[in-house]
């Protein structure tokens, strides 16, 4: 989020004296509260349809099986056909799909996880804020922040002698260090029938708003 105001925008062409630049921020630790993990199925060999028919089976298996959650969002990916060669010389072919879940159930996800690794590879997992928590936070902090800065503008005017200021210039914009997704072993392709239910913990992420702008001080 990036929000910026310019009360005095129309009065550019004026001559302004004793500006201040000055910033300040809020902080809040949020708990990622949704999951996302991509899974994919991928075969080699010389026949093309044979490929394709294996990987169209394991998708859309995989995909009735999640779509039995209603906990878990699923939606599948790009797929992809890849020709193999050895010294120049077609050998045969690699077919690939991925599908997406996402869900705010860690038990749910786990469970899917667990069962879908029998015969799809986890690609990545990673941890994120859903759009209403965010909102939330935002709001919360962006009250902060303006607080902050009218607390600073104050102390700034009062030590400069001055009665009272004037806000030329305010920036806001949210900042947060979410995490990315966390890539998985090539080899973590599960055998059949040893599969386990991983153990999810989303952990927190901080959300910061920072407030920027300037104040121009005045005489009375």
Do not use: C
């Amino acid at each position: 989020m990036l929000i910026s105001i310019s009360p005095l925008k129309a009065e550019e062409s004026a001559l302004h004296y004793d500006l201040v630049e000055l910033n300040a921020y809020a902080t809040m630790e949020v708990d990622n509260d949704t999951q996302t993990a991509v899974l994919y199925a991928q075969r080699e060999g010389t026949d093309l349809k044979q490929l394709t028919d294996q990987i169209n089976r394991l998708i859309a298996e995989a995909v009735k099986t999640a779509k039995q959650r209603n906990e878990i969002k699923v939606s599948t990916l790009g797929y992809r056909t890849s020709p193999r060669y050895q010294q120049q010389q077609l050998i045969g072919w690699r077919v690939r799909q991925s599908i997406r879940l996402e869900s705010q159930n860690n038990h749910a996800m786990s469970n899917l996880l667990g069962s879908l690794q029998s015969k799809l590879a986890l690609e990545s997992l990673s941890y994120s804020i859903s759009a209403n928590q965010r909102q939330t936070a935002e709001e919360t902090l962006t009250a902060q922040a303006i607080s902050a800065f009218r607390k600073r503008a104050e102390q700034i005017t009062e030590h400069m002698g001055r009665s009272r200021y004037r806000l030329v210039e305010l920036t806001l914009q949210t900042i947060d260090h979410s995490p990315g997704p966390y890539p998985m072993r090539a080899n973590m392709m599960a055998i059949e029938g040893r599969a386990s239910s991983p153990t999810l913990e989303g952990g927190s992420q901080t959300l910061r708003v920072d407030a920027n702008g300037k104040i121009e001080l005045q005489l009375e």
